[in-house]
């Protein structure tokens, strides 16, 4: 038989937070060697537990689950999406405005296969999310990265974005709070990208998955909110704030300038139908997380295992010499510089396999989140006390040895 190749589609689609390393990292462990693995942001492989309500509430409801739900999801799970909200004063909204997926992942995709014809543009951030990137990339588009600043708190560049808008240019997406960063953005620079997709008739993607994970009192605006004459599409999800990433449940929220757009979200639900609907039990799960009282507050205020993680893995981290890292107000990683007079890196790729090969620690490079530099990491605080600090000792002793 001939080789069985690939699509051509994904020849430029990179996507690397899993990739060779990662294989290195699971024949280690078919080997029966312990990596620690703080290369994804996964609450609920270090211990942080959905609340058992939820649980039990999906648990109580599980025999209605079994046919296909509406194509956009079940209206109790929609419903519930629109009075989040609209609590946070969004209006003109309903349950048609919401498409329920698997995950935002699933969705991120929908998203841009409804939109894009061949070498449309759509600008992405620098450090991205990389399934943005590669989303936009297997949609036939052309990601065009815009600068997020690291002197100014990591905040997007105003000046690069519209340098970098052309006719082709189709939207912008703002992942705020930030992953890889853990940036939250200031209100005057989100009126600022506002105003720059308003002027451009650009279509804002805000990725809010981060939303209500708020470190320092730190305050989160949603775009949906702030954006009224452009069309805006608001991603979320119970992967993060609920913990419930193996759930596979997200949504997309439907705001701004609708009127417009009729084609572009028939188009969207045509593909929400293709794919018969979203995951049914998952979905029990969005009324009791969504509403009521929010567990993830216990974590990240004064005294929260996350907030107190965050904090001793910066320390520790920072504490090395040459490392730096602009304090994250969300999230859960630390992106950190390695200053190249120190720490010079040819291939930040090669660089993560030989910590891992020699340390059994994985880490992600910054150049896996389209970031075009070798010296900065991402690496996610999510194991417990104990755990960082036997990963970050892992990591200084790495350090040593690199720079002697
Ligand atoms: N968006 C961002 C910014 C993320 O960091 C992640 C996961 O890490 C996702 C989307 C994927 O979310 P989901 O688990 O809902 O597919």
């Not at 949906?224 to 929220?253: D, E, I, P, Q």
């Amino acid at each position: 038989m001939n080789k069985v190749l690939q699509s051509d589609k994904l020849h430029n689609v990179n996507y690397e937070i899993r990739g060779p390393v990662l294989d290195y990292a699971n024949q280690l462990e078919a080997d029966g060697q312990q990596v620690m693995k703080l290369n994804i942001g996964n609450p609920g492989a270090f211990g942080f537990d959905a609340p058992d309500e939820i649980m039990r509430d999906v648990i109580h409801n599980l025999r209605s689950a079994q046919g296909y739900s509406h194509s956009k999801g079940l209206f109790s799970a929609r419903k519930s999406v629109v009075q989040r909200y609209q609590l946070q004063g969004v209006d003109s909204i309903d349950v048609d405005d919401v498409i329920m997926g698997n995950g935002v992942s699933e969705l991120i995709v929908m998203a841009m296969q409804g939109l894009l014809n061949l070498n449309d543009e759509i600008l992405i951030p620098a450090p991205d999310y990389p399934l943005w990137t590669a989303a936009v990339a297997i949609s036939g588009g052309s990601p065009v990265h815009y600068k997020c600043d690291e002197d100014q708190g990591w905040q997007p560049c105003l000046a690069d974005i519209e340098s970098k808008i052309t006719a082709r240019t189709r939207g912008i997406v703002i992942i705020n709070p930030n992953n890889p960063t853990g940036a939250v953005y200031s209100e005057d620079i989100l009126r600022g990208l506002v105003a720059i997709a308003e002027k451009h008739n650009l279509i804002v993607f805000a990725d809010e998955i981060y939303d209500r994970i708020l470190f320092d009192g730190s305050v989160h605006h949603p775009l949906s909110v702030l954006t009224k004459n452009t069309l805006c599409l608001t991603f979320n999800g119970l992967s993060k704030t609920y913990r419930l990433a193996g759930f596979r449940s997200g949504w997309m929220l439907v705001s701004g300038a609708k009127a417009n757009a009729t084609s572009y979200l028939e188009g969207l639900e045509m593909l929400a139908s293709m794919r018969l609907c979203a995951n049914v039990p998952a979905m029990l799960a969005v009324q009791t997380a969504l509403g009521g009282r929010q567990s993830i507050n216990d974590l990240i205020l004064p005294g929260g295992r996350l907030l107190a993680q965050r904090d001793l893995c910066l320390e520790l981290l920072t504490a090395i010499p040459g490392v730096s890292c602009v304090k994250p107000k969300s999230a859960m990683y630390l992106f950190f510089k390695l200053d190249p007079a120190v720490y010079p890196i040819e291939n930040d790729e090669m660089f993560v396999l030989e910590l891992l090969k020699q340390q059994h620690l994985l880490i992600v490079q910054g150049s896996a989140f389209n970031y075009q530099d070798t010296q900065h990491f991402r690496i996610v605080f999510l194991p417990d006390k104990n755990q960082l600090t036997e990963a970050i000792a892992r990591l200084a002793s790495f350090l040593l040895a690199y720079r002697q």
